[in-house]
């Protein structure tokens, strides 16, 4: 009892609890977007290829990650839940028809390779194919639409900020799929990824700026935040990490370039996060401070978690480490299953 009666004195340690916890959940919804942004990406690029040995590649790169990779989707949404519940509650209430066609794009970018796999008919496969390829431009178009109506504080399902928003995150999830591709195939393929990633990545950062630009112009409250330096520098940097993608992609550096994509998605989910800081729910007018859970709840969660995310980002390392290296089209989707 006494232990529980210091914990509810104040924050643990003196720590803003409120910011770090706002700063994580942030983290954790790009941890998702990079993890998982890969196997959207190779989803992407599977409509591209005619090859069945290619494609059966694609699905072997993927196979041991990519339902490993969607647990961080269901942290971030236990994160945002348990440090800021009534913020959880307005967001998937208020956006409840984006929330239902994000869990079915996931639900049928997951089932599809699955069947894809059952059958080794034309028609089948084609059909399954297509899913799987609709599957995995839905889910990031829609979790960017929902993640820039977050930011702008938008009550309505469609506006034309999501609309940018979405488009940059599917770019962006194919210059990650090219760029886990060049790490995981051998041969025409790996070669071929390097051109998607290129382009793939201009189109990103035009789309990033068509944005920027239609939110100046379209929501003048938000105009300060954009031109801060937190935002102008992430802006920047952005251009900066593009740059060195181009540049380890022509010299086969697959490592390099696959960490820059990291850090292009932690810029991309950093704006977001810089544009609606101190605030966390814009469009109920709800702050991190005011929104964050009482003191005992927060300081044992924040115990819970320093012991937890560690156990965590090990398993995810030995995971990774197991399945490194190229993969075979004869090694079938799912080896890790």
């Known amino acids: 009892m006494t232990e529980l009666l210091a914990l509810d004195a104040g924050p643990l340690l003196g720590l803003p609890l409120a910011e770090l916890w706002f700063g994580l959940v942030f983290f954790i919804l790009a941890t998702f977007l990079f993890l998982d942004g890969f196997d959207f990406g190779v989803g992407v690029l599977f409509a591209f290829q005619d090859d069945e040995e290619t494609r059966e590649t694609m699905l072997a790169a993927i196979g041991p990650f990519w339902d490993g990779n969607e647990v961080w989707l269901v942290v971030f949404g ?3 839940f348990a440090a800021f519940p009534s913020v959880y509650a307005n967001l998937f209430s208020r956006h409840y028809l984006l929330m239902f066609a994000i ?49 702008v504080g938008a009550t309505g399902t469609f506006t034309v900020a999501g609309a940018l928003v979405g488009l940059a995150l599917v770019a962006l999830t194919v210059v990650d799929g090219a760029a886990f591709l060049r790490l995981k195939v051998r041969g025409d393929l790996q070669e071929r990824a390097r051109g998607y990633g290129v382009r793939a990545l201009v189109a990103y950062l035009a789309l990033v700026v068509a944005a920027v630009g239609y939110l100046a112009v379209a929501q003048p409250a938000l105009r300060s935040s954009l031109a801060s330096p937190v935002v102008l520098g992430l802006l920047a940097l952005s ?42 729910d814009p469009a109920a007018g709800l702050l991190v401070e005011d929104a964050i859970v009482s003191t005992l709840p927060l300081n044992l969660m924040t115990i819970g978690s320093a012991v937890l995310l560690p156990l965590v980002f090990v398993y995810f390392a030995v995971l990774y480490s197991a399945f490194s290296g190229p993969m075979d089209a004869d090694e079938g989707y799912g080896a890790g299953e």
């Open 239 to 280: 251009v900066a990490l593009g740059a060195a993608f181009v540049a380890a992609t022509r010299a086969d550096r697959h490592y390099l370039a696959f960490g820059t994509v990291a850090g292009l998605v932690a810029a991309l989910v950093g704006v977001v996060a810089a544009v609606i800081y101190p605030a966390i």
């Open 78 to 80: 236990g994160a945002l």
């Open 103 to 151: 869990l079915g794009a996931l639900i049928l970018r997951g089932l599809a390779p699955e069947f894809y796999e059952q059958r080794h008919d034309e028609r089948w496969q084609r059909w399954w194919g297509r899913a799987f390829v609709v599957g995995s431009v839905a889910a990031p178009f829609f979790l960017g639409m929902f993640t820039a109506n977050w930011m």
